[in-house]
């Protein structure tokens, strides 16, 4: 008898618990919204564009009909545990034997089904919205190539390339104006996640997944890659720069500019073509014409060096240059064996590209 009064007692604890995660799970997704506030804090729960808030909302309306199921069946258990738990004189009797019942057994048929007809309703009708959107003709194209561990970042029809940082309009409350991406990689899988934009879309080798956002606010969305893709998959990140239209337009005009070509730093010029820099990255307007890194045609334009890894600053520019390793363990970007001198020649190169 004791202990089946202690299996009682441990699966009441059990049940207990799992409901405290649950009301833990759902208060979290409504305190979640504040802490969205905070610069570079993402979240599911605080979505500020199509498709995320479409997302969100259906998951609200599946959480609710889960979490109704839940209460419904572990209210039906407890009672149950409670109402005919074991007592002192039961040893003799045997509580009354139920064979079968039509009533019941159809409620549990036809019920359960019901509710998963609604959730396949529901849901369908959300992936549809979703996916089969049709670019209007103001839309900005965009491609994004995933690379270990970097993103390429290609404007075909605005003859733009560049890494780690989208850039893209405001979109007015009707989405007016939304960006169509379309996601390849030059490698292995990953996947495009900013959350507080849309949903996961994979980056799939030999393949074209399509995918749009319409961000009202500017500001920048950070993001990651969200498929184990290799070592560095944890510093994989990217960065959505959404701008209102005209900032917007002046960002397109400067990236669509040929480098600069600024006589200060003939010596690191002179140095960056020398080396096998070349061979990887592509500076616009020059015989360096890589495709394997990132194009640095503008690479003073983006915040991040080494997709977000380190600030673009100066001195972790050096960094980066000396030795890729020592901020990006595994990175593919080789350390040039640069003396100090030619370090800082590079850097004050890359310094002009703007
Ligand atoms: Cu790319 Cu994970």
Known sequence: MRLRLYRHRKMLRALLLFAFVLTCVVFVGHVEPVLANTDGVTSIFHPLSQPAQEIKELSLLVLAICGAIFVVVAGLLVYAIIRFRHRAGDEASEPPQVYGSNQIELAWTILPLLIVFVLILVTSRTIADVQNRKAPPSAVHATVIGHQWWWEIRYPE??????NE??????????????????????????????????????????????????????????????????????????????????????????????????????????????????????????????FGPDLTHLMSRTTLAAGAAPNTPDSLRQWIRDPQSIKVGCLMPNMQLTDAEVDQVVAYLQTLK
């Open 166 to 291: 989208l850039h893209v309009p405001t979109s007015d409350g009707g989405g007016s104006r939304p960006t169509f991406i379309k996601l390849q990689s030059a490698d292995v899988a990953h996947s495009f996640w900013v959350p507080l934009l849309a949903g996961k879309t994979d980056l799939i080798p030999n393949r074209e997944n399509l995918m749009w956002i319409a961000p009202t606010r500017p500001g920048i969305y950070p993001g990651n890659c969200a498929e184990y893709c290799g070592t560095q998959h944890a510093r994989m990140l990217i960065r959505v720069v959404v701008q209102p239209p005209d900032e917007f337009q002046r960002w397109v005009r400067d990236q669509q500019q040929s480098a600069a070509i600024e006589t200060s730093a003939a010596e690191g010029r002179k140095t960056f073509f020398a080396n096998s820099c070349v061979n990887c990255h592509t500076i616009s307007g020059t015989p360096a014409q890589g495709k």
């Open 158 to 163: 605005l003859g733009i390339v560049t890494a």
